[in-house]
């Protein structure tokens, strides 16, 4: 019963809203990324992902949520504040071009009531990962040092290169985890090992990537989101055993990025003004047996 309360209770207020907004100067869903289009700053390319993903974008849009994830926890929080676009840095559908096609002709349960959730909120969801990353500076990367206070250690010819006084690797860890609120933090490596000169990946830009700063003497720790355990991991682990002062952070998708998110609504905050405009975290998904 409390389930079904909650749900209606949530309809009639997104109803409600979306009738103030057009009492007061509404914004549909598709005139607020147009705006984003605008005002990102580099052309907008024909090929890319960010689009919608969820919902009509006609839709009146009652407030703005941006997140690293659309997850159902995440669209349940927002549709709860009010928010019925959310503006999303990665999938919402569990594949890199969100598509369902093999979700619906598999009937897949967990597809579904999301899909149930979105329409009966009258969700819009819309990603916004190339574009964002393509910004100058990259969008994510500005929350990001932001969060990990490394503005005054950030090279000014590459902004993914750092400069520390030195420190451990396990000292490193240790702030990156603090500042970052991250509940698994994983280091493949010496904990020990002495370094000042640190690379910085966020999310998951491949092995390729990864072994090319690796390569770099500019590099000697390398934090980054994510990699299948045979690729990066095994490379740095190879090079700890080979005696090189090498060392890898692994801080999770969602952490190493989600901050960028946080910084995205308060650049969304300068040009829409009609309605409230939120971050709304995504929660890690990991923890540690005990």
Known sequence: MKVVTLRVSLIFLAAGAALLGQQNGAVTARQVIERIQG???VPWRSETVDTFKAGDPETVVTGVATTMMATYDVLVRSAAAGKNLIITHEPTFY???D???????EQDAVWAEKERFIKEHHLVVWRFHDHWHLRRPDGIMTGMVRALQWGGFQSKTDPSLFAFPEMTVAQLAEQMKKRLGIHVLRVVGDPHMKFTKLGFAPGASGPQHHREMLQKDS?????IGEVPEWETIEYVSDASSEGKKKALILLGHIPSEQAGMEYCAEWLKTFVKEVPVEFVAT???FWLAR
């Not at 598509?99 to 002709?105: H, I």
């Not at 590099?219 to 934090?223: G, K, S």
């Open 39 to 41: 005002h990102v700053g």
């Open 95 to 97: 594949s890199h071009l």
């Open 99 to 105: 598509k369902t096609d093999t979700l619906e002709k």
């Open 219 to 223: 590099v000697e720790v390398l934090a």
């Open 283 to 285: 929660r890690e998904p």
